[in-house]
Antibody, heavy 120, light 111 residues
Framework: QLQLQESGPGLVKPSETLSLTCTVS??????????WGWIRQPPGKGLEWIGS???????YYNPSLKSRVTISVDTSKNQFSLKLSSVTAADTAVYYC????????????WGQGTLVTVSS | NFMLTQPHSVSESPGKTVTISCTGS????????VQWYQQRPGSAPTTVIY?????PSGVPDRFSGSIDSSSNSASLTISGLKTEDEADYYC??????????FGGGTKLTVL
């Protein structure tokens, strides 16, 4: 069964770029069945979808974050990545990666999540 | 922008039944599938309902989902409440552009 694991720096300075990677195991990221998504959750708040990507590189981004977000896929490493530029304290959150399926866009399974703090 | 609105919190006693609503801001919530996730403190969300009313394997049949087109709402109903059901619950759907939307979450207290 699929398992996902986020990795990346836990501390990012304001105005810099947040970079995270999600490693997929138990299956191929090139599977035609799945999309791959990023979701975040600020401390004590709700879930926010960031975006989703297909192995071919086709992407969907949250319109409110689109100008700062890039999601990419590396099929050779069975990984996909998130870059969020010009971060501020408002981007402090637990970032989750997850498997998803086009319409219904059901996210399952999820990685365990990684806390990224934006602070100088 | 399409939004999903949930009550901030609900509470009920063990053994009782509770229903959590999720109301769509526009269009027809029945047009696109709704999912429900359970999130316990410090853990990632897990699915309790997908595609409006389907339960993943391992989720007890005490959990059920439904759609009410007349109120443009989805509902998660948990019967025979157990203390272990105490958690945050999120609904999730998407719009016509395939942009995913989560509800704000509902804190369920079982007391």
């Amino acid at each position: 069964q699929l398992q996902l694991q986020e990795s990346g720096p836990g501390l990012v300075k304001p105005s810099e770029t947040l970079s995270l990677t999600c490693t997929v195991s138990g299956g191929s990221i090139s599977s035609s069945s799945y999309y791959w998504g990023w979701i975040r959750q600020p401390p004590g708040k709700g879930l926010e979808w960031i975006g989703s990507i297909y192995y071919s590189g086709s992407t969907y981004y949250n319109p409110s974050l689109k100008s700062r977000v890039t999601i990419s896929v590396d099929t050779s490493k069975n990984q996909f990545s998130l870059k969020l530029s010009s971060v501020t304290a408002a981007d402090t959150a637990v970032y989750y990666c997850a498997t998803t399926v086009a319409a219904p866009w059901w996210f399952d399974p999820w990685g365990q999540g990684t806390l990224v703090t934006v602070s100088s | 922008n399409f939004m999903l609105t949930q009550p901030h919190s609900v509470s009920e006693s063990p053994g009782k039944t509770v229903t959590i609503s999720c109301t769509g801001s526009s269009g027809s919530i029945a047009s696109n599938y709704v999912q429900w996730y359970q999130q316990r403190p410090g853990s990632a969300p897990t699915t309790v309902i997908y595609e409006d009313n389907q339960r993943p394997s391992g989720v007890p049949d005490r959990f059920s989902g439904s759609i009410d087109s007349s109120s443009n709402s989805a509902s998660l109903t948990i019967s025979g409440l157990k203390t272990e059901d105490e958690a945050d619950y999120y609904c999730q759907s998407y719009d016509s552009s395939n942009y995913v939307v989560f509800g704000g979450g509902t804190k369920l207290t079982v007391l």
